[in-house]
């Protein structure tokens, strides 16, 4: 067996070919991986100054081939990585058609252009792709076929779309900067053997285990035990899995920016023998710091676990590079607790503005890392106001943009939206200055929808005609959102009823309802309005420049120019910034469209005679357009949000 660590373009160019043997499974990498890849691309296409990037390894075994064949590996493993990169070749070469560099990708990268037959490709699938992944390599690809090869190419084709990258250059980023373990075994192995054994239920080892195995050989064996004992031992029983991830936070905590998956490579560039004791010393001391921010409840002072558990609750993990800095200069009575408490007020400040205002959170991993040396070489005396000031740069949305989305954004949703707009209520009714402590233990006080996600006849009556369009579009505002321990009883109960119950809570949020006779859309933006006015008290506006005047809203306004995508439409009426913004949401990412057609099939539909006026997409689906700018501005930006897209990524410029 033969191992070394080689870059992609050494294993994909020259005249060979892989074959994928007929016990391998079909193609089935899914989005999920296929977006982990394009981010590192991404990331390494950033950088000033890219350093190799693993991706991961290669198993191969040589075969025979007849005398005036290429030379054949059969692939045992790393199949679906390769594939991968020989389809995100081959949108790149399809994108440039008739320039240069396309022949050059295509001839050196994804066939041998002197073979004929099956020796033409560079890769071989199993059966069941090969027809897929030939019509692929040739460019003949024709609507993927329903294929995971066909969805992987479309995938890559919308993200080179979407971006603005210099083809020449993101070919040498694949090529010359993904690098792989290149494992070739010896012809007598064998191959099903060799599948079985590397794809085994056994554990492999962490990057944690490679880095605790690296430090030990580089420390005297007369040391190694008491210095395991004292230091690696109780990091690890604390943090547990988590060990791993936090190496990755303690190397950026300076400023260093380090993929997730160059843990070991980063570590091995700072450690060697002489240093190994020194730096194992501090890694321990740091892993004391994590262990509070995983488990606030350690942290003796009251106000910083509090900060820090409601962090937690909005999942900033990201901002832990910074935080470790900060806990350290804690510790050393270089800030006072109540500075690390108010740092931990700015941060949740700070994203909790962009979470409602849907400003990209990809950028974080870029803010944080350098954060600390920035406050310090801001202003080392006055943490918390240089670190405000810094951070006022940093796409932090000023009070009208925060007043007027926390109006009308999807609050309410799967996962951490869930979590995070229950935190936004609590912290709202405990702003309120109720006299008694309220437990807000998930299992005592949930989310109640005033109008309820399943509307009874009466609801539907009471809402009136556009009832179906007041509910996709209101039901999960904060305006419609509340606090309750009696969500089980008010289910689906008439406004009357629930008015009723809710006046009868402890919650002081509730109490806005007594005199409240109905329940409509216009009684959903009153509340919005005063909820609003409170939010922005509650994580005020930080900086030199406080803006606090209100947006003026769209209606009676023009629309001039839609940006989309960082490209520029000239509109002139709200009906095409809601046509032109659906017909870019279609062409990038239709699997997300159809989302969006499920989610709200009172505004887009694929039956025409579902709407009072329609116009027809240019993909056969129809979208209602009898819509006010208000209803128009409020779906598109659900919509962006429902796909996946950003503030950065979607805004209207009116007059």
């Known amino acids: 067996m033969n191992a070394s660590e080689t870059k992609l373009q050494q294993i994909i160019e020259g005249e060979k070919q892989y074959v994928v043997p007929l016990f391998q499974r079909a193609y089935s990498w899914t989005e999920k991986e296929w977006k982990t890849l394009w981010d590192d691309i991404v990331d390494l296409y950033e950088q000033d100054a890219p350093r190799p990037h693993f991706i991961g390894s290669i198993v191969t075994i040589p075969t025979t081939s007849v005398p005036e064949g290429v030379a054949k590996f059969l692939l045992i493993d790393g199949q679906q990585r390769l594939t991968t990169v020989y389809i995100l070749m081959a949108v790149l070469r399809d994108q440039i058609k008739g320039d240069e560099l396309s022949e050059e990708i295509h001839n050196t990268l994804l066939v041998n252009p002197y073979k004929k037959g099956i020796d033409k490709l560079k890769l071989l699938p199993t059966q069941l792709d090969r027809s897929t992944f030939n019509a692929l390599i040739q460019g003949k690809l024709e609507d993927g076929n329903g294929t995971q090869l066909g969805n992987a190419y479309k995938y890559f084709e919308r993200q080179f779309k979407r971006s603005n990258f210099d083809r020449a250059k993101l070919k040498k980023i694949v090529s010359n900067f993904l690098s792989l373990v290149s494992i ?36 005297h064996v007369d040391q190694q035990e008491e210095i395991y004992n004292h230091y690696w031992q109780p990091m690890q029983l604390a943090l547990g899995e988590n060990l791993t991830v936090y190496i990755w936070h303690f190397l950026m905590r300076r400023g260093a920016r380090v993929n997730k998956t160059d843990v070991y490579l980063a570590l091995k560039e700072q450690v060697k023998a002489e240093n190994a004791v020194d730096y194992l010393r501090e890694l321990a001391k740091f892993a004391n710091y994590y262990e509070k921010l995983l488990l606030p409840a350690k942290e003796s002072n ?25 806990y350290d200069d804690y510790q050393a009575n270089k800030i006072t607790a109540n500075q690390f408490s108010d740092t931990l007020k700015t941060l949740e400040n700070f994203m909790i503005r962009r979470f409602v205002c849907n400003v990209p959170s990809n950028a974080l991993n870029k803010i944080f890392p350098p954060l600390y040396e920035q406050v310090i070489e801001k202003n080392s005396a006055n943490f918390v106001t240089a670190l405000q000031s810094i951070l006022q740069s940093k796409g932090y949305p000023k009070d009208y943009e925060f007043g007027d989305r926390i109006q009308d954004v999807k609050l309410y949703g799967a996962g951490d939206r869930q979590v995070k707009t229950k935190l936004l209520l609590e912290s709202i009714e405990e702003s309120f200055g109720h006299k008694e402590n309220v437990s807000f233990e998930k299992a005592v006080i949930t989310i109640e929808h005033i109008l309820p996600q399943t509307p009874t006849e009466w609801w539907r009556n009471h809402l009136g005609d556009d009832w179906e369009m007041d509910h996709e579009l209101w039901l999960h505002t904060l305006g419609n959102l509340t606090l309750t321990g009696y969500n089980s009883e008010l289910s689906n109960d008439d406004f009357d009823t629930k008015r009723q119950k809710l006046c009868e809570s402890h919650l002081e949020i509730n109490r806005y309802f007594d005199g409240v006779t109905s329940w409509r859309v216009e009684d959903i933006k009153n509340r919005s309005i005063q909820l609003s006015a409170l939010s922005v008290k509650i994580w005020p506006y930080f900086g030199d420049e406080k803006l606090v005047q209100n947006q003026v809203g769209v209606t009676g306004t023009k629309p001039v120019d839609l940006w989309i995508l960082g490209q520029k439409f000239h509109v002139d009426t709200w009906k095409e910034v809601l046509i032109r913004t659906l017909t870019v949401i279609a062409d990038l990412a239709p699997e997300k469209f159809e989302q969006i057609v499920a989610k709200y099939p009172r505004f887009v539909c694929k039956d025409k005679s579902t709407f009072r006026r329609s116009s027809e997409l240019p993909n056969g689906v129809f979208v209602e357009v009898n819509l006010s700018a208000e209803s128009i501005q409020k779906f598109c930006y659900q919509s962006i949000a429902a796909v996946d897209l950003t503030s950065d990524d979607w805004r209207v410029e009116t007059q």
Do not use: C, W
Not at 189 to 201: G, Q, T, Y
Not at 315 to 326: D, Q, R
């Open 184 to 219: 070739v075994l010896d012809p007598n192995d064998n191959p099903h053997l060799v599948f079985e054994s590397l794809n085994a239920k056994g554990r492999p080892l962490s990057q944690a285990d490679l880095i605790r195995n690296y430090f030990f050989m580089r420390i």
């Open 302 to 326: 009251s106000k910083i676990q509090t900060g820090i558990l409601r962090l937690n609750r909005i999942e900033v993990t990201v901002a832990y590079p910074f935080l470790l800095n900060v």
